[in-house]
């Protein structure tokens, strides 16, 4: 209901899916193919958390500070369609809410992020985040002590990394996952077009571990 009637968009079944799995798990992580809407997703479920939950602090990082801010640009675009009253002007790096909650974009540094109090933190594309072991300890504690929720999204790259684990390691059998691949994402069920997503894996086709990389 919050993203038909209010953000204006109804999602596709996987969306849904994703929805009902961050809104009833502390740690989710989306494997999704590009182009499908993983960040777009997760940051209006960030919107509706910090419209629906006051005093709530949620943080938001990824690979480069420039791409964690766009985040942030695209969540703002999101605030437009909320009904006037709950939101204060957004900043680049900022939006507050007039019940006291926050969304705010953390360079990719374990030591920035290492002091506040979170109650959610988005980590998108996880796979390629630089020293992401020492960032994913740091945004754990921030948690603790609220009982809050991590949530990931990534297009596989490399396996020596925290996001391969996420899926593939015991010690993290706890998330709860969602893998989409392009065929789930194909229009009318998802966004990306066949006929150039056709054209995109023939000329993929010397080097298919590319094209399973990026789609599969």
Known sequence: DFFERILGFKPYAYQREFIDIFENNPFTAARWCRQSGKTATISALLLRYAVTHPDAAIGVVGPSWRQTKRIIARIAAFTHKLPPGIVFKPQKTKIDFV???????????????????????????????????????????????????FVCSSTPWTTDSIFYKIFTHKNFDFFRTSHVTYESALSPNGPLKPQIIEQIKTQMGDDPSRWKREMM
Do not use: H, K, W
């Open 99 to 149: 019940n006291g909650s926050s969304i705010e974009a953390f360079p990719n540094n374990p030591d920035t992020i290492r002091g506040p109090t979170l109650n959610v933190v988005y980590c998108d594309e996880m796979n390629f985040v630089a020293n992401d072991q020492d960032l994913y300890d740091a945004i754990l504690y921030t948690l603790s002590t609220t009982n809050g929720r």
